[in-house]
């Protein structure tokens, strides 16, 4: 029978230095945009796109990520006797989802953290989801690339156009073609230097891949910054089957770094229902506030 792809792995075991102290004692990947952590966002991408089993792999620091997602009697009672039933069914579905956990003991880079879950995946294909990037979008970013992967049963690495001067941040993929959406690949670049990149389409965060990238994982070669990386892994699986890129739809926000944080935030104030008419009135006084104070300075 062929194999779905059912497992996804969030690598979740990083230091989130970009935001000490606030990850001094708490995990990045619980920072709230709004009301909920940024790896809810992330967790519900993959349930709503068809996954059933998450591995996440955390590390030192990262219990509060556990917790979450398990089953909190004390807050539930307490949400049951005061009778909020919406903030109840909220709390309840975070805990709802098969997740799964396992330490990576060394902060050995991306690649490495995928590969300390390979005995969970065994030999099947299956989804990677990055924290830093949260998409929006009418049909969710990993079954985009599912559907995909249904089609081509090859690799799909999820890609979009980034600003060219922002492509050392990234990996870029150098492409030989393209059908619709979907790009056949030459290379897969990890942060090329500036002005070196092939193409100005990035990886952002998003991975079906095929069990053969266990081994070449394995064989623990270092590239950029000393780490172990997933996109080198990625060029070589390429070398033995094919690998596609695929440029998925929506939009996407980085909240891996500061200002992505904020203006995430920002525009998913806007965007709330309930509140975002208020924010936008709030917004618009501050900067008036702003201008007319440097108007009379
Ligand atoms: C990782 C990957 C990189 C990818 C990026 C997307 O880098 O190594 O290829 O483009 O995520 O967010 P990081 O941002 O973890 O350094």
């Known amino acids: 029978m062929e194999k779905r792809v059912t497992k996804a792995i969030i690598p979740a075991a990083g230091l989130g230095t970009r935001f000490l102290p606030a990850t001094k004692a708490m995990p990045k990947e619980m920072l709230p945009i709004l009301n909920k952590p940024t790896i809810q966002y992330i967790v519900e991408e993959a349930v709503e796109s068809g996954i059933e089993d998450i591995i996440i792999v955390t590390g030192k620091g990262k219990r509060a990520i556990e917790d979450h997602f398990d089953n909190n009697f004390e807050l539930e009672e307490n949400l049951l006797k005061k009778e909020k039933f919406e903030l109840l069914e909220e709390v309840r579905a975070s805990s ?40 929006q979008a009418k049909k969710p970013c990993l079954k985009q690339l599912i559907d995909q992967y249904n089609q081509l049963k090859a690799s799909i690495i999820g890609i979009q156009q980034v600003p060219i001067e922002d492509t050392h941040r990234y990996g870029i993929i150098e492409p030989t073609s393209k059908s619709n959406r979907s790009y056949r690949v030459k290379s897969f670049v990890e942060k090329p230097k500036k002005g070196t990149a092939p193409s100005s389409l990035a990886i952002l965060g998003r991975y079906i891949l095929t069990p053969e990238i266990f081994p070449l994982l394995g064989e623990h070669n270092v590239g950029k910054g000393g780490e172990i990386q997933l996109t080198d892994a990625i060029q070589q699986l390429n070398n033995i089957q094919k690998v596609y890129a695929y440029e998925f739809e929506g939009k996407r926000y980085d909240v891996g770094e500061m200002l992505g944080f904020i203006r995430t935030t920002m525009e998913f104030a806007l965007d709330n229902q309930e509140f975002g008419l208020e924010v936008e009135k709030m917004m618009t006084e501050l900067l008036l506030k702003r201008n007319i104070m440097s108007f009379e300075n």
């Open 96 to 135: 709802r989802v098969e997740i799964h956990y396992i330490r990576q003991k060394e902060a050995k880079g991306l690649g490495h953290a995928i590969w300390c879950a390979r005995k969970f995946i065994g030999n099947e294909p299956f989804a990677v989801l990055l924290g830093d990037d949260i998409v």
